[in-house]
């Protein structure tokens, strides 16, 4: 699974990503594929002297699999002093561990009482750090199907389910910006909507 | 022994029976590179009527174990949940998603 990159429309032209600065270097926290991953190599090696820095280095961390092997206590404690724009780098490294659901079970916290706090507060601050902020105002059809993508037909199909799912005002607000609607589809007309704009698309 | 517990601990059994019984199956969700938390968290909150914190530890926990239980019940209502995710259509945040996340129905 990944972290949301942005708005697409807008990811496309601009490379919007999150940023944060870091030792001087700049870092690309929700960029994905391929650079994703040089991006995640080429800061490993940072990344661990940071952990081994906040750890007290005993015992030295060397690989994503050595954070697998601390304690639940251990590992949350980690977390908790790690900065939140480095979070998704951290998570990503207990991926690359393969620890799997024991893993899990540790940043549970064990499920004991103790370590409820610092749970919470992971999974808090991780929850802002990765998730797309809600806006209520904005149009999600407006913001992730790209006009420029009208051509590609199986591609506008794979979005139907996330087109209908949409309230009618905003559908309609889409169809009208886009196409010369001339009628307004009331609330559970989904459907019909979905049919006139895809007919639309095959005029082109 | 006092008949109030003891007539308690007959409901309890029951109870726990009753449980056992709808509970006898699950719905497994699996990870895939092709769509995001925001995802994950969207569709268990309207699929599985979690709270969007239960959601995402859900969603943190497909992506570190790769698979994570969405669901329990009785198998129809596993089959009906495991349906809608599998039609939940992609994730409309990543031009390369094309199609819904996977998900099984399993004997719990």
Redesign the interface.
Same mark, same amino acid.
């Given at each position: 699974m990944l972290v949301n990159p942005g708005r697409n429309q807008k990811y496309r032209t601009q490379t919007r990503v999150q940023f944060a600065k870091f030792g001087g270097v700049c870092l690309r926290g929700g960029k994905v594929g391929v650079l994703q991953i040089v991006y995640f190599r080429a800061m490993e090696q940072l990344v661990l002297d940071l952990l081994n820095t906040l750890h007290g280095g005993n015992p030295p961390i060397r690989e994503p699999r050595d954070l697998a092997l601390l304690s639940s206590k251990q590992i949350l404690t980690l977390i908790d002093l790690t900065p939140p724009e480095l979070l998704p780098l951290v998570v990503r490294f207990l991926k690359e561990s393969r620890g799997g659901e024991r893993l899990f079970e540790k940043l549970m916290g064990e499920h004991e009482e103790e370590n409820r706090e610092l749970v919470d507060k992971f999974f808090g601050r991780y929850f802002a750090m990765v998730m797309e902020p809600t806006s209520p105002e904005e149009n999600p059809l407006l913001c992730y199907i790209d006009p420029e993508m009208f051509h590609d037909l199986a591609f506008i199909q794979t979005r139907e389910s996330f087109f209908k799912r949409q309230s009618i005002a905003d559908i309609n607000e889409f169809l009208g910006i886009h196409f010369n609607l001339d009628q307004q589809f009331v609330a559970g007309e989904q459907d019909k909507a979905w049919n006139f704009f895809f007919n639309e698309l095959l005029k082109v | 022994m006092n008949p109030e517990s003891e007539t308690k601990s007959a409901t309890e059994v029951i109870e726990a029976a009753q449980t056992k019984a709808v509970r006898h199956w699950k719905v497994v969700l699996y990870?895939?590179?092709?769509?995001?938390?925001?995802y994950?968290?969207a569709l268990l909150v309207a699929v599985c009527a979690m709270a969007r914190?239960q959601a995402?530890?859900c #969603?943190?926990?497909?992506? @570190?174990?790769?698979r994570t239980v969405v669901y329990y019940g009785n198998q129809e209502d596993c089959a009906r949940i495991s349906g809608k995710i599998n039609?939940?259509? #992609?994730d409309?945040?990543? @031009?390369?998603?094309?199609?819904?996340m996977n998900s099984a129905v399993e004997p719990n």
């Open positions: - | 990870n895939d590179e092709d769509h995001t938390y925001d994950v968290v914190e995402f530890r #969603a943190v926990e497909v992506d @570190l174990c790769g039609t939940w259509g #992609a409309h945040r990543l @031009l390369r998603s094309r199609g819904s």
